[in-house]
Each structure stands twice: as C-alpha cells, then as structure tokens.
C-alpha cells in the first residue's frame, strides 16, 4: 500500500487569507480525490483529479494533480469560516481491486473569524 | 447529497456486550462501506460490501461481521465489544460508475465502550 501523506496536520489562519494544503506519495497514482470532512458530519467529496498537471476549480478551492502523478494540492483563496474543517485525500490502491480507497490522515483547518 | 442514513447515531455500551449498526441508503449503489475513524489514524476500511450477501474484510477487520441481506441495509455488529473499539463509525456508498470509485458517507455513529 502507498504511503499517503497529508501536510500541514493541523492549520488555523485568519478569514481572508490564502492557504496551500498538500498530499504526497511516493508512488504514482492512478487517480487522487480530495474530500471536506466538517465537524460532527461525514466526510464529503470535493473533486478527482485524474490526468497528470490537472487543475480543477471549485468557487475559491484550486486542486492541482502534479506532473508526475505523485502529489496533488488543494489551495483555497480567501479562506472562510465555513472553509473549517478536515480535508482528506483518498486514492484507489493497486493492489486488491479498484473497490477500495486509502485515506491520508487529514489536514485539519480551522479558519478564525 | 446521496441518501445514506445510519442509526444510532450514539451509542454507548459495556465492555462485552454484543452491538450491531446500521446502514441504510436510498440510492440503489451496489458497494457499501464500513470506516472507522480515530485520532492519528485516520479513516481506516473495516469491511465492505459488492453486492447483497457478498462481503470482504477491510484494514482492521478483527472483531467485526457485516451482513447485507438488501441492497439497501449494510449491518456492522461488534461480537464482543472492547473499548479499542470506541470509536466513530462511518458507513459510504459507491456506485462505481467512475473507476475512481467516488464514495458518498452517512453521518456517523459515536460509539463508546465503558
């Protein structure tokens, strides 16, 4: 199973400020889905990124697949209060079939009014 | 949102004492999911279902059955509860229409073993 790692842990800024989240592996993957997860409630799909050097939009949240297919970024502009949350990031392991997802750890945000 | 409901949606029980969650969805998907979800661990696959009375094991899947007898019931059930199984509990659904397998979750469920 890749080893999927998600940077910062944990983030708190204030509104109005932009901010980088990450999800690297060393290996390459086939596709990478970012998640929001708000407290108390279950996580919920943001986008999928399958082509290597992909951007998708998503109103204020940029998503990035790199080149390689290695990592992938989530950038949000202008952050919000209701931006709070845990963003995951899941891929589909090679091994085992595609029915599975591995998920990364999470980057906490907490964005301060 | 993707109609998926779980009950309870808290729980606490004893130490040894037999408990069984339950999911159920409305949107007809052939895969159903079993998550739990704890600090520093993440999200972490227990079992999961691709169709009705056809499972496999997960992650972590020591100490837990399912059971799905409908396309729609997804049955969790902790033989023996133990406090390492305090935990939250998520169940998703996925159709698999797109090969990245982009999964819909219910609201979870906090269980507490005293």
């Not at chain 1, 708190?12 to 390459?28: A, K, M």
């Not at chain 1, 919920?44 to 992909?54: H, M, Q």
């Not at chain 2, 935990?87 to 609201?107: H, K, L, M, W």
């Amino acid at each position: 199973t890749q080893l999927l790692e998600q940077s910062p842990q944990f983030l708190s800024i204030q509104e109005g400020e932009n901010l980088t989240v990450y999800c690297n592996s060393s290996s390459v993957f086939s596709s990478l889905q970012w998640y929001r997860q708000e407290p108390g409630e279950g996580p919920v799909l943001l986008v999928t990124v399958v082509t290597g050097g992909e951007v998708k939009k998503l109103k204020r949240l940029t998503f990035q697949f790199g080149d390689a297919r290695k990592d992938s970024s989530l950038h949000i502009t202008a952050a919000q209060p209701g931006d709070t949350g845990l963003y995951l990031c899941a891929y589909i392991p090679t091994q085992g079939g595609s029915e599975k997802l591995v998920f990364g750890k999470g980057t906490k945000l907490t964005v301060n009014p | 949102d993707a109609g998926i409901t779980q009950s309870p949606r808290h729980k606490v029980t004893e130490t040894g004492t037999p408990v069984t969650l339950r999911c159920h969805q409305t949107e007809n998907h052939r895969y159903m999911y079993w998550y739990r979800q704890d600090p520093g661990h993440g999200l972490r696959l227990i079992h999961y279902s691709y169709g009705v009375k056809d499972t496999d094991k997960g992650e972590v899947s020591d100490g837990y059955s399912v059971s799905r007898s409908k396309t729609e019931d997804f049955l969790l059930t902790l033989e023996s509860a133990t406090s390492s199984q305090t935990s939250v509990y998520f169940c998703a659904i996925s159709d698999r229409t797109s090969y990245s397998n982009e999964q819909y979750f219910g609201p979870g469920t906090r269980l507490t073993v005293t």
